[in-house]
């Protein structure tokens, strides 16, 4: 529930801040095209009401929204809000054979590989954009723990930097490579 708070709280700054500067465009553009140009700029009582209310309901809106969906994806199990997933696996096997075996795996995933580096162990790919995302960005990194186990690290971001929900498309990522990368190389 803190997380969902803070969320929610994110989101309505956030909101606040973009409504501010919307109006604040639209007051300055409406007095140019009328030939004033000098003319403070002003909120009313009504236009602040306005602004608050308007952040308030995006927030619990797209905070709650996220939250149900993210809960419902996780199935019971914990779960974060934040648009950037990370998942971390032990194997018992070599590295070079789990690079190869994900690199496999993002083939087959609805990603492209942009980078994949067998020398420093990691592989970026893109997702696609689409009408819920922006696309994501994914990393695994492979690190050999001793000679019988190695460590698979996958981070699933937005690509757009300023995303504040994603409504589990990254959590949906994270969890699909990490059970697509753990029933094809036994665990440890």
Known sequence: MKQLVYLIGKIFF????????YFSFFRVTYFITRGKFLVP?????NTILGIIMGALSMA????ILHYLIVRKIS???QFDLSPI??????LKSNSTNIFENCVVILQKFPARIIENDAIKNYITARTNMSWKSWGDNIRIDV????DKSTQVK??????LK???????????????????????????
């Open 75 to 77: 199935q019971g199990q």
């Open 85 to 90: 997933q990370r998942r971390t696996l032990v």
């Open 14 to 21: 956030t909101a606040i801040v973009f409504l501010v500067l």
């Open 143 to 146: 690190i050999q723990v001793d």
């Open 162 to 188: 300023t995303t504040l929900v994603d409504f589990g498309i990254n959590y949906k990522n994270a969890e699909k490579l990490l059970s697509l990368i753990s029933e094809t190389t036994p665990a440890a």
């Open 154 to 159: 996958i981070t699933c971001r937005p690509s």
């Open 41 to 45: 700029i002003y909120f009313d009582r």
């Open 60 to 63: 619990l809106i797209l905070g």
